[in-house]
T-cell receptor, first 110, second 114 residues
Framework: TQLLEQSPQFLSIQEGENLTVYCNSS?????LQWYRQEPGEGPVLLVT?????EVKKLKRLTFQFGDARKDSSLHITAAQPGDTGLYLC??????????FGAGTRLTVKP | DAGVIQSPRHEVTEMGQEVTLRCKPI?????LFWYRQTMMRGLELLIY????????DSGMPEDRFSAKMPNASFSTLKIQPSEPRDSAVYFC????????????FGSGTQLSVL
């Protein structure tokens, strides 16, 4: 059982559609990060959220940290083919202990 | 900066052989992390170092796995003997203040044990 459950596992949508992916846990995290990973490469950090209820925006991406700091969501508006990739959430359990979810594999079709 | 450099990019070996994966972190980063990624288990932390000292190796699956960091610019992850279930992508990452800060990942080593 994953400490961080990400859903959906796979998502395939058309260009221009909106989508939301989720990262859930029963554990509380001091911070939570979202990464995007492309084939053959390592994950690249998109955002870090620290405060319960925090919302951060990165162009068409909106990240929210749950009030209890146990869950997070990523919303993409008007998805583009360049958004295709594996989206990973990672929660900090303690200093140096970053746990990753299995990821949501997003495909945006032109 | 060239980023985190891992070698080799791909490794194919036979069961029972020794495998050594290498990592050069970003200069000035004092934390180094080794992760393993599989479809079934996602990205798992194996071990991490701070100032070349192993801090937490609780993620190392078993005694067949060992990691060293002889200096600030080099680390190895060794599997001896290797088994087919070790097949995965192994990532090295580094940063300056531990995992709550941005992790810079290498491109990974794709390991296949036949």
């Amino acid at each position: 059982t994953q400490l961080l459950e990400q859903s959906p596992q796979f998502l395939s949508i058309q260009e221009g559609e909106n989508l939301t992916v989720y990262c859930n846990s029963s554990s509380v995290f001091s911070s939570l990060q979202w990464y995007r990973q492309e084939p053959g490469e390592g994950p690249v950090l998109l955002v870090t959220v620290v405060t319960g209820g925090e919302v951060k925006k990165l162009k068409r991406l909106t990240f929210q940290f749950g009030d209890a700091r146990k869950d997070s969501s990523l919303h993409i508006t008007a998805a583009q083919p360049g958004d295709t990739g594996l989206y990973l959430c990672a929660g900090e359990m303690g200093r140096g202990d970053m746990r990753f979810g299995a990821g949501t594999r997003l495909t945006v079709k032109p | 900066d060239a980023g985190v450099i891992q070698s080799p990019r791909h490794e194919v070996t036979e069961m029972g052989q020794e495998v050594t994966l290498r990592c050069k972190p970003i200069s000035g980063h004092d934390y180094l992390f080794w992760y393993r990624q599989t479809m079934m288990r996602g990205l798992e932390l194996l071990i991490y170092f701070n100032n070349n000292v192993p801090i937490d190796d609780s993620g190392m699956p078993e005694d067949r796995f060992s990691a060293k960091m002889p200096n600030a610019s080099f680390s190895t992850l060794k599997i001896q003997p290797s088994e087919p279930r070790d097949s995965a992508v192994y990532f090295c990452a580094s940063n300056t203040q531990g995992a709550s800060e941005k992790l810079f990942f290498g491109s990974g080593t794709q390991l296949s044990v036949l």
